[in-house]
């Protein structure tokens, strides 16, 4: 086997139907007939793999997902005989390139997943190495104990991988790295041999004893002392003086030595009680320089992140331009609140906040979590790249390690905005390298080089916590020395004399800039459908949001999170958003996804995708896979014949017009309940079976208004467009008649939008005034303004723009005025917010509209301020809704329900049915688990007093077809609570404002 095999593996995917065709079905033969775990060498399997959260890309030649050691065993040897590279493979969240291959690639996530043993006595736990760092927490912390270590991505890292990149997190400062928190380690040799790492030579391979012992001298002065030295092998552990600890050499060494199989690794015990302080400084040199002087405190932590990497809307922290994060633990709450209140006075900060509540320092340390991810994208949305983000130094030097950092970006003209670990020295910084031109590929080799030398002129290491993997290791020289790195090499070739673990890793590494994900991508923009304002118009560019940090890949959310219900559903990367964006990036290269906008691989990924938009406000790089699936759909079968159900709940617009119009509803409605007749309908539509055809209501809200009296619709407030969206008008205009009865309660004139379009402005001049309700609305019935929604959700965009023209032609009268449109229905709402201006980016109208929109609480909290709604005083349960959650926000409902005296918080996740999504045949099973995971135990929780919210349509209707729930509307329980006022005797005159005589 050649040095550079890692390239010729990457040359042979690429060849298809010759000899490397033939050969890679006898390799799948063969691990088919010796491995009792999941086998997969098909094309969604490969592409899933081809990148991890760095730079870089490796097409593999399939995927095994083992079901013990022996299938590892089995593995090994199948690949050893065939000269095939083997990688070790957890999360899936390396950010230096360490987590792919161009061989067959090891996942443990799927089977080898669990905690086999917890000691609290001896403070142990036995793992499997694809067990997810949160679910050891959950093990572990009934007996008051958990794992030190705890980075950002600790919600979907695994212990393997922890151990293979020897990872630290936020607690460094005060337990050590995964190495520290280690016993013992069970793995796999390349060439077969199972051995138990430990102290004392315990598990040695042939000749590392001999090898440690022979340059002694060598190992005890060649390496930095500093808390984050990850660089390298840890050959130093094998010193006499520090126990002879093969385990803990072997951290750290990115699954290029053996493969680890089981690890029995140290909890500590964890505090009591925390508090959180957070000190502000005018900058993170200032921050940096500080770091160090709050180390013999005794924090838990000390976190640094700058302003640049704070969302707007994040709130609660102190001035400054950067922060320290200072964690302190304590067997009391007081206890823990004294100690961050003496760091907070000891500290020389601008400004300081102490957080003793659980939800409040939750809420911090999201913001801080999530830099991962944010600092992808720069202050003025311009993209940044990992690669050189965790290097570290001796924490008295961070500050001046920072500053000439700043002066060598400057001087290459490039931006980036430190953060991480300030207590230990490390930093990590997304990096707005140009990696699409061979120009912008030269300069970052240039600075990486002059970084690495930079790094080391401190004392410090390549890398703090991330490893070297493809991105660091070519510098390791710089570092280390020729003389030291060519000892790391003899060691590999102990561990692994064929070099057939993950080679081009950390010894004859592959270039830096050699595999760069981006190099396959198209140079010229895709033509697409959706505007793409945020992405330079480049669907490309939309789909490089993927940074691959995983958050989609949680199993579990708490609060009002979203993303990504169809994974946790499944448990299947396919169905993550980063595994959607790995499959759409390979299908834009073109080399394993060939077939482009028709490929099934990426259309069966996407079918269980809810566009329940929760990545648009839960991932930290705003991807929005909603948008991409439309994107998908809209070409993947333009000029074909679609799905059935895209023609019977895209166009339902148009059904329910044509039953309105005809006076056909209770003839719907009698037919939908014969059961055969049903079960036809739903066959010919592509509507599971499982689902009940919600009834038609007997009189849409439109005719409704039409017949109240006029003089009902006066009063002398501001007048407010009520949209009539299709769920409101034809199935729930409950919904919009006590809309209508809240908002002119609160003094509000309420009128519809236009049904034809007018000659002339209805408003004198055209210029901006108030509407007259009575000239929008004549010449009603001649049209009906559509927020496109049902047809964006299939991809059936011409249409939607079509549709969303005539709205726009429609709303001109209402455009001209200063009047907010307020929509009831919040997946209308997203749309009107979001798609409207996407789809029609040219269109000036579009924006002004979607800036119009308003939630029913936003415009009474906006339009009239005064206003008081009646007490019910009573706990509430249900669901925010995801589309709100995602691009509306919920603070107005939140502070509406608060004034009303409805208590209590609302659950997250996405109720299963999601528009057409729940109804489509074959996805009963994934609607109804996202359904259970958050939404029906809520309301099987909650009390006989408790009132159940839901203001979208859909989440109402899989409340009573799941649960046989009724959830009503926030306007429809206030508009109840006005009339039972009214009956008691205490009716309220529109317009009158402050009211309020209880109920």
Not at 197 to 219: I, K, S, T, V
Request: glycine letters at 12%.
């Amino acid at each position: 086997m050649t040095d550079h095999h890692w390239e010729v593996g990457q040359e042979a995917v690429g060849r298809e139907g010759g000899s490397a065709g033939l050969g890679l079905s006898e390799l799948a033969a063969e691990l088919r007939r010796d491995v009792r775990g999941d086998v997969a060498f098909d094309v969604t399997s490969r592409a899933l793999v081809t990148m991890d959260a760095s730079n870089y890309r490796r097409v593999p030649l399939g995927v095994v997902a083992p079901r013990d050691a022996d299938d590892v065993a089995a593995v090994l040897a199948v690949c050893r005989e065939r000269g095939v590279p083997v990688v070790a493979r957890g999360g899936g969240t390396s950010i230096a390139g360490q987590a792919t291959g161009t061989g067959v690639v090891l996942d443990f996530t799927r089977h080898m997943n669990r905690v086999l043993e917890i000691d609290p006595e001896a403070r142990t736990a036995v793992v499997q190495p694809g067990l997810v760092l949160d679910r050891l927490q959950e093990a572990a912390a009934p007996h008051g104990l958990r794992f030190g270590p705890d980075p950002s991505t600790h919600s979907r890292c695994t212990l393997g991988g922890m151990i293979g990149n020897n990872s630290c997190g936020s607690h460094s400062v005060a337990w050590g790295t995964t190495a520290d928190s280690v016993r013992e380690l069970s793995v796999v040799t390349a060439r077969g041999r199972r051995l138990r790492l430990g102290q004392e030579w315990a598990g040695a391979p042939d000749g590392l004893r001999e090898l440690a012992e022979g340059e002694l001298a060598r190992l005890r002065t060649g390496f930095p002392e500093l808390p984050r030295r990850i660089s390298g092998y840890a050959l130093d552990a094998l010193l006499p003086e520090k126990g002879a600890d093969v385990a803990r050499s072997f951290c750290g060494s990115e699954g290029t030595l053996g493969v680890l199989t089981e690890a029995v690794v140290r909890l500590v015990a964890a505090p009591p009680a925390r508090a959180l302080a957070v000190l502000g400084y005018a900058d993170e040199g200032a921050a940096a320089e500080a770091a160090a002087g709050l180390l013999p405190y005794g924090p838990l932590t000390v976190e640094g992140m700058a302003r640049d990497l704070v969302p707007a809307a994040a709130a609660g922290l102190p001035r400054g331009g950067a922060w320290l994060f200072v964690e302190t633990g304590g067997r009391t709450a007081a206890e823990a609140r004294a100690r961050a209140e003496a760091i907070a006075g000891a500290a020389d900060a601008v400004d300081a906040l102490v957080v003793t509540d659980a939800a409040g320092q939750r809420a911090l340390w999201r913001v801080r979590e999530d830099a991962s991810g944010t600092a992808t994208r720069m202050p003025d949305g311009s993209e940044a790249w990992p690669g050189w983000e965790d290097c570290a130094v001796p924490p008295a030097r961070l500050g001046a390690y920072l500053r000439e950092f700043r002066t060598l970006l400057s001087s290459h003209g490039l931006r980036g905005t430190p953060y991480g670990h300030f207590g230990d020295g490390c930093i990590h910084v997304r990096i707005d390298f140009d990696l699409l031109t061979p120009a912008g590929v030269g300069r970052f080799r240039r600075f990486s080089e002059e970084l690495a030398e930079l790094v080391v002129a401190h004392g410090g290491s390549l890398s703090g916590e991330h490893g070297d993997g493809q991105a660091r290791a070519e510098l390791l020289p710089k570092m280390y020395g020729e003389q030291m790195v060519a000892l790391f090499e003899r060691a590999k070739g102990l561990w692994d004399p064929d070099d057939l673990l993950n080679p081009g890793m950390l010894v004859r590494p592959a270039p830096l800039d050699a595999g760069l994900r981006f190099s396959v991508l198209p140079r010229e923009p895709v033509p697409v459908a959706f505007g793409y304002a945020a992405d330079g118009g480049d669907f490309s560019a939309a789909v490089r949001r993927c940074v691959g940090v995983a958050k989609c890949r949680t199993t579990q959310v708490s609060g009002a999170a979203v993303m990504c219900p169809s994974f946790r559903a499944t448990g299947e990367e396919r169905h993550s958003t980063r595994g959607r964006a790995r499959l759409l990036h390979e299908m834009l290269a073109g080399e394993l996804v060939t077939d482009g906008w028709r490929s099934t691989e990426v259309r069966d990924a996407l079918d269980l995708c809810l566009s329940c938009k929760g990545c648009r406000s839960d991932c930290p790089v705003e991807v929005d896979m909603a948008t991409y699936k439309a994107e998908f759909l809209h070409h993947h079968y333009e000029g074909r014949r679609r799905p059935a159900a895209h023609y019977s709940m895209g166009w339902l617009p148009v059904w329910l017009r044509w039953a309105a119009r005809t006076r056909t509803a209770p003839v719907v409605n009698a037919l939908a309940a014969v059961r055969p007749l049903a079960a036809m309908a739903k066959r010919l539509g592509g509507i599971a079976p499982e689902r009940g055809i919600p009834r038609l209501a007997a009189e849409p809200f439109t005719r409704w208004w039409r017949r109240r009296p006029r003089r009902a619709r006066e009063g002398g407030g501001d007048v407010v467009v009520l949209w009539p969206d299709t769920f409101t008008e034809h199935l729930s205009p409950s919904v919009g008649r006590a809309a209508v009865r809240v908002l002119e309660a609160a003094g509000l004139r309420v009128a519809l939008p236009p049904t034809v379009r007018l000659r002339r402005p209805p408003v004198g001049g055209g210029g901006a005034g108030p509407l007259n309700p009575v000239s929008v609305l004549r010449g009603a019935r001649r049209g009906r303004v559509c927020c496109g929604l049902t047809y964006v959700s299939t991809g059936q965009l011409d249409r939607a723009r079509a549709v969303l023209r005539r709205t726009l032609r429609l709303m001109e009268p209402v455009l001209e005025t200063g009047a907010p449109v307020v929509v009831l229905e919040p997946s209308c709402a997203a749309a009107l917010r979001t798609d409207l201006p996407e789809l029609l980016p040219d269109d000036p109208r579009a924006r002004r509209l979607a800036d119009r929109v308003l939630t029913f609480a936003q415009a009474l909290e906006r339009h009239a301020p005064g206003w008081t709604p009646p007490r019910l005083d009573r706990p509430v349960a249900g669901q925010t809704h995801c589309h709100q959650h995602a691009v509306l926000g919920d603070g107005a409902d939140r502070r509406l329900r608060e004034a009303a005296g409805l208590t209590g918080d609302l659950s997250g996740g996405c109720c299963g049915l999601a528009g057409n999504f729940g109804f489509e045949r074959g996805h009963w099973e994934v609607s109804t688990a996202c359904a259970e995971e958050q939404l029906l135990p809520s309301v099987r929780r909650a009390g006989a007093a408790t009132e159940i919210l839901a203001d979208g349509f859909s989440c109402r209707t899989q409340l009573e077809q799941l649960a046989g729930i009724r959830g009503r509307h926030l306007a429809e329980v206030l508009a109840q609570a006005l009339d039972a006022r009214a009956e008691e005797g205490g009716r309220e005159r529109p317009g009158t404002r402050g009211a309020n005589t209880g109920t």
